[in-house]
């Protein structure tokens, strides 16, 4: 299931809690005080971040969905998503330090351990991941799974996703040493990487927990599959090598994730540590920074075309 604008508008006008709240209050497990209260929240993060404009209307992927950048456009857009993918790294383990639980601990660590190389472990496919003895079919992320946990599983470099992207860089003619440094970004890039760290790696976990919750309904909201949808138009008309794993897990997985955010988000609200002010402060200035990124490169691709 993938969130389109359409359902995210629809929800706009009567937000609805998942079926397992309504299950609860229909139990009783939930008082009509704390059911109202949720009610009114869930229609403020509707309002604020779900139908935010860069999470519904994102000029840069609509046009690049279109597949009709140059190559020049395509490698710097390549070097700015290289240096967010590896500053989110640095907010990540930021998040992982600040858990307030262990098993929030674990989440974020699961995350990370994941971005690095550690593969998910499905329960699925649990014996033939005990046979694999090489990282070739192992860490293809055209193979890769989604689900799973990397608890006991196991780890390959071919499997961070920055060499990923260093693969798909690869036949645009960018090397390793063109990619992912804070040196290659843009300062609009740059703002956005700092923010992340500062915000979705703060030590407050309210204000980390509404971060954590903009980005991934923005992941989930359909992006990645404007990107995949353009770089497949690329690669089917001048780009044969290319290689769009990076791109088709990312999507892959989020589209995944998109049926969970409204679960996590009652998961964060029944916290017996929720602060709701603090939570929405996180997400907006979350939302805030991904609009700086994206308006950022789409102002790149306009004065290129205008040069
Ligand atoms: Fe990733």
Known sequence: MSVTPQVLAHQADAPEPSPEFL???????????????????????????????????????????QGQMSDDELRHFT????????????????KMLASDSIES??????????????????????????????????????????EGSVDGGRFWFKAAHFEWLVDFAQPLGLRFEDLG???????????????????????????????GFAIENWAAAGFWQEL?????????????????????????????HAGHTISDLEAAFFAPQFEEEKFLTGGRAMLEALSVFWRGLDADRVYSASA
């Open 23 to 65: 299950a609860r209050e229909a139990r009783g497990e939930i008082t009509p005080t704390e059911a109202s209260r949720y009610r009114a929240f869930l229609k403020r993060v509707v309002a604020e971040f779900l139908t935010h404009r860069i999470v519904v209307n994102n000029p840069f992927t609509r046009w690049f969905a």
């Open 181 to 211: 440094k804070r040196k290659h970004g843009t300062p609009s890039t740059l703002h956005f990487c700092d923010r992340l760290i500062e915000v979705y790696g703060s030590e407050d976990p309210n204000i980390g927990a509404g971060a």
């Open 105 to 146: 601990m674990r989440g974020a660590k699961e995350i990370l351990a994941n971005e690095i190389g550690a593969v998910f472990r499905s329960s699925k496919a649990r014996g033939s991941d005990v046979q694999r003895t090489d990282a070739g079919e192992a860490a293809d992320p055209e193979l890769v799974g989604i």
């Open 228 to 256: 995949e949808d353009g770089l497949k138009l690329v690669r089917a008309e001048r780009h044969p090598k290319l290689q769009l794993g990076f791109w088709t897990w990312h999507n892959r997985i989020e589209a995944q």
């Open 79 to 94: 070097v700015q998503f290289s240096v967010f993918s590896n500053q989110f790294l640095i907010a990540q383990l930021k």
